[in-house]
């Protein structure tokens, strides 16, 4: 496998945001989105065998009372490295719970049943439009999670319209609308968490705003947290 980083840190996003949790971050992406706020991890990394990355996390998870037992896996895509569902496995089998970051292209089904899958679908203005597989909508169950980045009221209505026409909320256990957090470089301009949440309560959705936790705590432009 090719890692970028292993690490521990609060989970910033879905229905575990402030839980200790132990990340490891692939390296590779196969899309471009317009406000990816992790590039750092297309290219590099480090070489490392399942075994070592499960030896890592073991060691920054700690044991006793205090062990980390969150663990999510990331990237860049982590579902592009064929080793991605053995990790997922070894991790579940050492008593983790295990979330996985994907980004709605590759499909889900690959991995063991019991990882909770949050999968991202790419509204218009990600620059990456129609790229959801949609084999994934009966992958997921309601341990899942289905997760819309939204930067404009265009990408709002994208978003309010995918998740009626698919029933989302029937599917999954949340369906989560997060803003755009703006660029620190001002390279693409966020979206307020106020007027998204206005639009969702002025339209009644069944969804939860989802706010980027560790981008409050830390500088966002941070790495390794």
Same mark, same amino acid.
């Given at each position: 496998? $090719?890692?970028?980083?292993?690490? *521990?840190?609060?989970?910033?996003?879905?229905?575990?945001?402030?839980?200790?949790?132990?990340?490891?971050?692939?390296? !590779? @992406?196969?899309?471009?989105? /317009?406000? @990816?706020?992790?590039?750092?991890?297309?290219?590099?990394?480090?070489?490392?065998?399942?075994?070592?990355?499960?030896?890592?996390?073991?060691?920054?998870?700690? %044991?006793?009372?205090?062990?980390?037992?969150?663990?999510?896996?990331?990237?860049?895509?982590?579902?592009?490295?064929?080793?991605?569902?053995?990790?997922?496995? *070894?991790?579940?089998?050492?008593?983790?719970?295990?979330?996985?970051?994907?980004?709605?292209?590759?499909? +889900?089904?690959?991995?063991?049943?019991?990882?909770?899958?949050? +999968? &991202? +679908?790419?509204?218009? %203005?990600?620059?990456?439009? &129609?790229?959801?597989? /949609?084999?994934?909508? &009966?992958?997921?169950?309601? *341990?899942?999670?289905? *997760?819309?980045?939204?930067?404009?009221?265009?990408?709002? &209505?994208?978003?309010?319209?995918?998740?009626?026409?698919?029933?989302?909320?029937?599917?999954?256990?949340?369906?989560?609308?997060?803003? $755009?957090?703006?660029?620190?470089?001002?390279?693409?301009?966020?979206?307020?968490?106020?007027?998204?949440?206005?639009?969702?309560? !002025?339209?009644?959705?069944?969804?939860?705003? !989802?706010?980027?936790?560790?981008?409050?705590?830390?500088?966002?432009?941070?790495?390794?947290?």
């Amino acid at each position: 496998m $090719v890692i970028t980083e292993i690490f *521990k840190s609060i989970q910033g996003e879905g229905t575990r945001a402030g839980l200790p949790c132990i990340f490891v971050r692939f390296t !590779g @992406c196969n899309l471009r989105c /317009t406000w @990816c706020d992790t590039a750092y991890a297309f290219h590099g990394g480090t070489k490392r065998s399942v075994e070592e990355a499960l030896e890592q996390v073991r060691s920054l998870a700690g %044991d006793g009372a205090g062990r980390v037992s969150l663990v999510e896996i990331t990237g860049g895509e982590p579902l592009l490295q064929p080793e991605t569902p053995a990790l997922a496995e *070894k991790l579940l089998a050492a008593g983790y719970t295990v979330m996985i970051e994907t980004s709605g292209e590759r499909f +889900v089904g690959t991995l063991p049943r019991e990882v909770i899958k949050i +999968v &991202d +679908v790419k509204c218009p %203005d990600s620059g990456e439009p &129609d790229t959801f597989d /949609t084999a994934n909508l &009966d992958a997921v169950d309601r *341990k899942d999670e289905i *997760k819309f980045v939204i930067a404009s009221r265009r990408d709002y &209505d994208f978003a309010r319209d995918f998740t009626a026409r698919h029933r989302l909320a029937e599917r999954v256990h949340q369906v989560l609308f997060s803003p $755009v957090f703006a660029d620190p470089e001002g390279r693409w301009p966020g979206l307020t968490a106020r007027e998204l949440a206005e639009w969702i309560l !002025g339209d009644g959705l069944p969804v939860r705003l !989802g706010l980027q936790l560790h981008k409050f705590i830390w500088d966002p432009a941070m790495k390794g947290v």
